[in-house]
């Protein structure tokens, strides 16, 4: 009698998933458009790549510890908008990890606004830039040299948005931070093993 082992898994296969930059930013709240250094960056050896947050990569040679390196990026078939934000000496490791969720959900943006208790813009158009047409996913950063910074006080990004046309809970985010949306439910994790992250 011959024995016959087969391994069976129950992971899902791994997605090959490609990253590209959306954009780069670096600078204080008031540094504005002059912060946009998405032509300063580049990946020579490809994806994975570390993008540092070091003033005199981008021009910069006054040191200021408040300064700040915003990157977006994005990861394909995923349909992920992913973000990150460092302070000086630190970086950012562009990279895309983790399958395709297993119900992907078309996020679309209804309305966003910025802002700190005195007033607020309406930044829907921004952030409807950000996360481009038909994510999955998207990571948002609450910067003032993206969204403008018209208080001098802690200001924070609020966001509405849809899954698939059903509206969700509003996710908001203070400066500095990042406003992650996602579209995932709780049943969606009990039919594989992990979450699709993101980095």
């Known amino acids: 009698m011959v024995g016959v082992a087969v391994a069976c898994s129950n992971h899902p296969r791994q997605v090959q998933s490609t990253a590209l930059i959306k954009k780069a930013y670096w600078g204080l709240p008031q540094t504005g458009a002059a912060a946009d250094v998405t032509s300063m960056v580049t990946c020579p050896g490809g994806y994975p790549c570390d993008v540092f947050a070091n003033g005199p990569i981008y021009n910069d040679n006054r040191q200021d510890l408040n300064k700040k390196l915003a990157v977006i990026w994005t990861c394909q078939p995923q349909n992920f908008v992913l973000a990150e ?3 000086p000496t630190f970086k950012v490791r562009m990279a895309c990890v983790g399958g395709t969720p297993v119900v992907p959900r078309r996020i679309d943006i209804l309305e966003a606004s910025w802002g700190g208790p005195g ?5 829907t158009q921004q952030v409807r830039d950000i996360c481009g047409a038909g994510s999955t996913r998207c990571q948002v950063p609450a910067m003032a040299y993206i969204f403008g910074n018209q208080e001098r006080l802690t200001k924070t990004l609020r966001i509405r948005y849809t899954c698939n046309g059903v ?3 509003a996710r908001q985010a203070t400066e500095n931070s990042i406003a ?3 579209c995932e439910v709780p049943a969606d994790h009990g039919q594989y093993h992990g979450e699709p992250v993101g980095r």
């Open 167 to 169: 509206t969700t809970p």
């Open 180 to 182: 992650d949306l996602r």
């Open 119 to 123: 007033s607020s813009v309406d930044v």
């Open 85 to 87: 934000v460092v302070p």
